[in-house]
């Protein structure tokens, strides 16, 4: 039962443009939400999170924004640059238990 | 700098052998974890470690056990290994249950 969806498995993005990856969760009991980027043949890194304290945060061209009541988190990257293009992971947690992560979107930035 | 590491990069098994994939962490931390990763299923969780020879149970355990004999390290091992068990499998530690720091992945043919 997949308890963190990320309903759109790719996004063509042009250089310079807005990037917006969505991610939705089911359970209420998440606290704490996680995004990571993740190139072919390496493993994932992480990207920036947010507590559900919280309705945003912001490091440098990438925002998170955290919706509680609609259970959904998206991240925002301005602007997008083709060295973003990769495969981009949503993950939430309960304190205390291991992280759930979505099953992935693709962007590609194109020049 | 956190640093976790894979034994292998690149790994071919033949269908029936035992397959052990090795992790290592540097960074003292309490958990760690075991993943695979496939096209369309995104990060799912295999076993995960909150302790010394503490072990429990991810999502799709089955084919697979672990071993935690010291804290640093964490091995996966696949009793007889079969073809649906080709995959990239990632493995990463935390922390705590704070965001996760993965290694560089192993894939993993089985022939």
């Known amino acids: 039962d997949q308890q963190v969806k990320q309903n759109s498995p790719s996004l063509s993005v042009q250089e310079g443009r807005i990037s917006i990856l969505n991610c939705d969760y089911t359970?209420?009991?998440?606290?704490?939400f996680l995004w990571y980027k993740k190139y072919p043949a390496e493993g994932p890194t992480f990207l920036i999170s947010?507590?559900?304290?919280?309705d945003k945060n912001e490091d440098g061209r990438f925002t998170v924004f955290l919706n509680k009541s609609a259970k959904h988190l998206s991240l925002h990257i301005v602007p997008s640059q083709p060295g973003d293009s990769a495969v981009y992971f949503c993950?939430?947690?309960?304190?205390?238990?291991?992280?759930?992560f979505g099953k992935g979107t693709s962007l590609l930035v194109t020049p | 700098d956190v640093k976790v590491t894979q034994s292998s990069r690149y790994l071919v098994k033949r269908t029936g052998e035992k397959v052990f994939l090795e992790c290592v962490q540097d960074?003292?931390?309490?958990?760690m974890f075991w993943y695979r990763q496939d096209p369309g299923l995104g990060l799912r969780l295999i076993y995960f470690?909150?302790?010394?020879?503490?072990?429990e149970k991810g999502d799709i355990p089955e084919g697979y056990s672990v071993s935690r004999e010291k804290k640093e390290r964490f091995s996966l091992i696949l009793e007889s290994a079969s073809t649906n068990q080709t995959s990239m499998y990632l493995c990463?530690?935390?922390?705590?249950?704070?965001?996760?720091?993965f290694g560089p992945g192993t894939r993993l043919t089985v022939l």
């Open positions: 990463a530690s935390s922390p705590r249950w704070n965001e996760q720091f």
């Open positions: 359970n209420s009991m998440f606290d704490y």
């Open positions: 947010i507590s559900s304290i919280k």
């Open positions: 993950a939430a947690r309960k304190s205390g238990y291991a992280l759930n």
């Open positions: 960074m003292d931390h309490e958990n």
């Open positions: 470690s909150y302790d010394v020879k503490m072990k």
